[in-house]
Every structure is written in structure tokens, then in C-alpha cells.
């Protein structure tokens, strides 16, 4: 997730602009034909990190949060209502700093099936653990259930990525941090012989002893290289999302200490299929740690610095499928957990809107409807609404 100690004292000195913020909708966007605003439909939870719901669900959603326990919210009387615990394993989640419960992912079959999967840091060595769920009712799931997927050996406690998300092709997308420390000491994410620093690509479920197999059109099957690797080069990717009409995958990827980017891989370029995203030889479009233009991988469709600006860490987002706002749809939304800044770009790149909000943007999320979500890891759930024409 963010890195909340890089983030400390840039999130102090913003302090007394983020109160006065905090507690308004003024939109302030560059361009005045359209904006963006947050309402906030729930708060009081522990540390929010992701909204997701099953596909077609529009009037129920899931809150993670990072403690360990999956909360349940509906839509009901006009107004979103809390409806209690979905799941909660807080006794086996190593939680603190960047470690605790950072992903959830429902089963395309969920309807039939209940299958979904989670990605946390466990007790007590905080080694990464993709596990497999299934609900007992519509607002809970089987603790008993469980069945690991996927274990991960974490060499420090931050960067461990976090996301899992389905593809349109029905596999399984799992994103992981380099590793930790500063600077990918191992150059885990340049090594295809690490898990770290990458996508992965799976199928979930079990064949025979084996706990998930490996989808056969991964980019290095029968060549050097894990397997289950689809894409490399990446320092710690706190959000990717797919675009459910297109299929592109949308890739917030948290810098060093100077440039925090935005990837984007087309459906149509194979999504991300083998591509090296550049770490640690770059930071954003620059060499790293000496400066310049680099030209190893593929370059971010859009970074941004943190120098003299409270900026430190993306939080990647979604491009927006609602059933409203159809001006909107397809345009992207990201923002940075310190500054409390959001943008929304174009396929392009293009810059449509850039405003401050005052929160602490932990993640980001959609209900089966294509609806955008907000959280803020003070506690809060916000609608996201667009008005006029981008």
C-alpha cells in the first residue's frame, strides 16, 4: 500500500489544509466544463482500503479493511446502510505500517459458486497469502472454509502490492511489491526468477495436489522465467484495475522518493503480457538513481513529481463504466494517498480534471454496476459523481 512512513511528515504539513478541505465539495478543476466531487456514504470503519462488490451487485458492497475483516454495506430507503461483518480474520492478518488484509476478489461464478479470494500479510513472519473464501449467506462467508492459494516470502514489511483482481479472461491477477526496503536491494522486480515486483497471472483453483495452475498462454512458460509471472519491472502496484468494457489494465505504481506514474496496457496490446515496466532502472520516465531519460521497458502513460508539492504516493483507480454520467465513462480516475489529490485522465493521458479533496486516499472501488467509491483511511466511504462534460 502507500508508503505511510515516507508519508508522515509530508501528510503533518498539510495538516490545516486538509481539515478545511476535509469537511468540503468544492470543485476546483482545471477545466470548468467538467469536475469531479466525494460524497460520503459510510464511515467509521478501521482503516478502509478497497470497495468491490460481485459483478451485477449494484445495491450491496464490500469494504476491506486492512485490520483483517471485510464489512457489508447495502443500498436501501436511498441511503447506504452498514449490515455488519462478511468476513473476519484479523487473528491471522499481520496488520501495521503497509502489512494487514489489502485485496479481495469475487469469483465470476460467485452467483453459483461463492468462491471469492483475499490477499493479505500473515501472522507472524508477514509473508504474503493469496486465499480462497466461500460465502455461507449472502452477508457472510465460512472462516472454515479457507484454502491457501498462494504464499509469498516477504523480505521487509513494505511494498507487498496487494491487489487481486479478475481479468476478462477469467484468471486471476495478483500484484506484488519488490520486496521492501528502498531501492529493491535484491532487483527483485528486474528478476524473473522472483514473484516480487510483479503481476502474476493464475488460475485459482485447485487440480489435483496442485493449489492453482498456470493459465498456458503466460508470457515465459517453456521459457526461462516463473511461470506464473505476467508482467515484471514494477516497485509496489497499489491499484491495477481492468476496464470492464475494454479490457485495458490500468497500473498505479508507488515511486521511490520523486515520480509516481500511471501505466496503461491495452487489451488489444495484450494487456500487459510480458512487458517490463522499467524498475528499478527508472523511476517514471527518468534513470534511476541518476537522473535522465530511461529507455528500459515501457514507459508510464503518466507520472508526476513530488517535488514542492505534498505528492509521495499513487493510489490507482478505475476507469469509470456507471450506469450515470455518461460523458464520463472510460475516462480514469487516481489519486495520492498524502496530498489528498485526484485526477482524471483521459485513454490518452489527457488531463480532464485535478483537484484537491483533503482525504487520505487509501483505494478506490467499484460496486457490480460500474459505480466509483472512494476510501479514506481515517475511516470514510465516498461516492464518486461526476458533472458536466469532461
Not at 482500503?49 to 485490520?67: D, K, W
Request: net charge positive; aromatic share 12%.
Amino acid at each position: 500500500m502507500p508508503s505511510l512512513a515516507r508519508a508522515t511528515w509530508r501528510t503533518l504539513l498539510t495538516a490545516v489544509s486538509i481539515a478545511l478541505l476535509a469537511s468540503s465539495l468544492v470543485v476546483t478543476p482545471t477545466a470548468a466544463a467538467g469536475s469531479v466531487g466525494f460524497s460520503t456514504v459510510l464511515s467509521g470503519y478501521s482503516h478502509p482500503v478497497l470497495v468491490t462488490a460481485p459483478r451485477g451487485s449494484s445495491r450491496r458492497i464490500f469494504i476491506v479493511e486492512q485490520t483483517g475483516r471485510i464489512r457489508v454495506a447495502t443500498y436501501s430507503g436511498g441511503r447506504w446502510r452498514k449490515e455488519g461483518t462478511f468476513l473476519d480474520i484479523h487473528d491471522r492478518v499481520r496488520y501495521g505500517g503497509e502489512q494487514g488484509l489489502l485485496g479481495l476478489a469475487f469469483d465470476p461464478g460467485y452467483a453459483s459458486n461463492g468462491r471469492f479470494y483475499v490477499n493479505y500479510t500473515r501472522r507472524p513472519d508477514g509473508d504474503t497469502v493469496v486465499e480462497e473464501y466461500r460465502r455461507s449467506s449472502s452477508t457472510h462467508a465460512s472462516r472454515s472454509s479457507a484454502r491457501r492459494v498462494m504464499r509469498i516470502n516477504q523480505p521487509y514489511a513494505n511494498h507487498n502490492g496487494g491487489m487481486i483482481a479478475f481479468g476478462p479472461d477469467g484468471n486471476l491477477y495478483i500484484g506484488t511489491g519488490d520486496g521492501g526496503s528502498g531501492g529493491d536491494p535484491g532487483n527483485r522486480a528486474q528478476s524473473k526468477t522472483s514473484l516480487l515486483g510483479k503481476i502474476l497471472r493464475i488460475r485459482p483453483y485447485r487440480s489435483g495436489s496442485r493449489a492453482y495452475t498456470i493459465p498456458s498462454g503466460n508470457p515465459f512458460v517453456g521459457r526461462p522465467g516463473y511461470d506464473a509471472i505476467w508482467s515484471y519491472g514494477l516497485r509496489n502496484p497499489w491499484r491495477f484495475s481492468f476496464d470492464r468494457v475494454t479490457g485495458d489494465l490500468w497500473i498505479g505504481d508507488v515511486g521511490q522518493s520523486r515520480y509516481e506514474e500511471i501505466d496503461l496496457a491495452t487489451n488489444s496490446s495484450g494487456r500487459g503480457r510480458g512487458v517490463n515496466y522499467g524498475w528499478r532502472k527508472c523511476e517514471g520516465t527518468h534513470r534511476y538513481p541518476r537522473g535522465g531519460r530511461c529507455t528500459t521497458g515501457k514507459r508510464p502513460l503518466k507520472e508526476y513529481e513530488h517535488k514542492r508539492s505534498p505528492h509521495c504516493s499513487v493510489t490507482g483507480g478505475y476507469a469509470y463504466r456507471g450506469p450515470d454520467h455518461s460523458a464520463w465513462r472510460g475516462r480514469y480516475i487516481y489519486g495520492d494517498y498524502c496530498s489528498g489529490h485526484v485526477w482524471v485522465i483521459s485513454r490518452s493521458g489527457s488531463t480532464l480534471v485535478s483537484r484537491d479533496t483533503g482525504y487520505n486516499i487509501s483505494g478506490f472501488g467499484e460496486d457490480g454496476a460500474g459505480r466509483l467509491f472512494m476510501t479514506d483511511l481515517g475511516g470514510r466511504v465516498l461516492l464518486v459523481r461526476f458533472s458536466g462534460t469532461p
